[in-house]
C-alpha cells in the first residue's frame, strides 16, 4: 500500500516563526503536492512538484514556499508564519504520466494552529 | 477555467436508506472527475473516478456515481446507508493546465458532509 506520512499531527507556532512541515511518501511517486483546508472552502493547491527540485505555484502560494530534495520527500515551509495559515495541511502524491486518471494519495494532515 | 460545485453542504440520511451527494463541474476540456471520502482526522480517500470510459463508475464502499456531460453532473450515489458511511465527501474535476511541463488542474468542491442517523 501506498503511504504518506506528514511529519506532526498537531502543530502549535508563534506568529513570526518559521515553520516546516514535512512529508514523504514510500512508493517512489513523481509527483507530490501540498494542500490546504479550511472548512466550507474544500481543499485548495499551495504548491506541487513533478520532479526533484523542480516545483509550481498552485493557487494559493503566498506566504509559502516549497523544497524538494530528494524525491520521496516534500516539504512546505512558511517563512514567517501568520495567523491566518492556522488550517490543515494535507500532502499527497501520485504517479506521473497520464496525470488525468492519476489518484492521488494523502497523508493523514497536520493541523497548524499560529498563535 | 474549470470550476466544482457541491449542491449541498450537509446531507443526512438514516441508516438503510438511498444516499445522494450532488456535484456539478464547468471545464473547458474532457476533464477526469474524482469522489473523495475523507472521514474524522483522516486523510482523503479515493472511492471512485471517472476517466472517459464508462459513464457509471463503480467504486469502493458500495457507491456508485454516473457521469452526465448533458447535465454537467456528476453525482454520488449509494443504495443503502451505513453508520461507517458518515464522512465528508470531495467532488474533483482534473484537466490539464495550459502551463507547466505535464502539469495539471486538480480542483476540489467545498465538501458535502454526510450524516447517517440511526
Known amino acids: 500500500d501506498v503511504k504518506v506520512t506528514q511529519s506532526s499531527r498537531y502543530l502549535v507556532k508563534r506568529t513570526g516563526e518559521k515553520v516546516f512541515l514535512e512529508c514523504v511518501q514510500d512508493?517512489?511517486?513523481?509527483?507530490m503536492f501540498w494542500y490546504r483546508q479550511d472548512p466550507g472552502l474544500g481543499l485548495r493547491l499551495i504548491y506541487f512538484?513533478?520532479?526533484?527540485?523542480?516545483?509550481e505555484k498552485g493557487d494559493i502560494p503566498e506566504g509559502y514556499s516549497v523544497s524538494r530534495e530528494k524525491k520521496e520527500r516534500f516539504s512546505l515551509i512558511l517563512e514567517s508564519a501568520s495567523t491566518n495559515q492556522t488550517s490543515m495541511y494535507l500532502c499527497?502524491?501520485?504517479?506521473?504520466?497520464?496525470?488525468?486518471?492519476?489518484?492521488?494519495?494523502f497523508g493523514p494532515g497536520t493541523r497548524l494552529t499560529v498563535t | 477555467a474549470q470550476s466544482v460545485t457541491q449542491l449541498d453542504s450537509h446531507v443526512s440520511v438514516s441508516e438503510g436508506t438511498p444516499v445522494l451527494l450532488r456535484c456539478n463541474y464547468s471545464?473547458?476540456?474532457?476533464?477526469?472527475l474524482f469522489w473523495y471520502v475523507q472521514h474524522p482526522n483522516k486523510g482523503l480517500q479515493l472511492l471512485l473516478k471517472?476517466?472517459?470510459?464508462?459513464?457509471l463508475v463503480k467504486g469502493i464502499n458500495g457507491f456508485e456515481a454516473e457521469f452526465k456531460k448533458s447535465e454537467t453532473s456528476f453525482h454520488l450515489t449509494k443504495p443503502s446507508a451505513h453508520m461507517s458511511d458518515a464522512a465528508e465527501y470531495f467532488c474533483?474535476?482534473?484537466?490539464?493546465?495550459?502551463?507547466?511541463?505535464?502539469?495539471?488542474?486538480?480542483?476540489f468542491g467545498k465538501g458535502t458532509k454526510l450524516s447517517v442517523i440511526p
Open positions: 512538484s513533478y520532479d526533484v527540485k523542480m516545483k
Open positions: 471517472y476517466t472517459s470510459a464508462a459513464t
Open positions: 471545464s473547458s476540456y474532457s476533464p477526469s
Open positions: 512508493m517512489d511517486h513523481e509527483n
Open positions: 499527497a502524491s501520485s504517479v506521473a504520466g497520464t496525470v488525468l486518471v492519476n489518484e492521488q494519495y
Open positions: 474533483v474535476v482534473s484537466e490539464v493546465r495550459n502551463s507547466g511541463a505535464g502539469s495539471y488542474q486538480l480542483t
